[in-house]
């Protein structure tokens, strides 16, 4: 009987899957899974602050990350128009493109590895999955 205790599971599928980032993912030989991460806080616009709170961290390691990805390409800096002291961040097309090429590969990588599976179970697994990111709100 399989073991009924996610915890350990979940977190052994995280550690192996944090390793196994795709280098190059669309074109991109710079794209890491933090510039990922952060254009996912960032969404279609977000200030440091916001994406700050969307990622967990304090200002200054939000900053850093969204610095990061802004010398990359994928994100544009910008004075927010509501409120001159905050600085607002957007994609760019290569930051949407880069978006577009780690949700490609995320789903076909779970299809890859759901592909034996009956598909009544894979789309439960997709929806407790799904279920579960909404409610800690990742």
Do not use: K
Not at 19 to 34: F, K, L, N, S, Y
Not at 63 to 87: F, Q, W
Request: no cysteine; proline share 5%.
């Amino acid at each position: 009987m399989p073991d009924a205790d996610g915890g350990p599971a979940l977190f052994r599928l995280v550690r192996f899957w944090s390793r196994r980032w795709p280098r190059g993912v669309a074109g991109e030989p710079a794209a890491t899974p933090q510039h990922v991460l952060t254009l996912d806080a960032v969404g279609s616009g977000a200030t440091v602050g916001e994406v700050a709170r969307r990622l967990g961290l304090d200002h200054s390691g939000a900053s850093r990350m969204v610095a990061a990805a802004s010398a990359e390409g994928y994100l544009l800096r910008a004075r927010s128009p509501e409120d001159a002291r905050r600085s607002v961040v957007t994609p760019t097309d290569a930051g949407r493109e880069l978006t577009a090429a780690a949700r490609a590969w995320q789903r076909t990588t779970f299809t890859e590895l759901t592909a034996h599976w009956d598909a009544a179970d894979r789309e439960r697994f997709a929806g407790y999955l799904a279920r579960l990111a909404t409610e800690v709100g990742a």
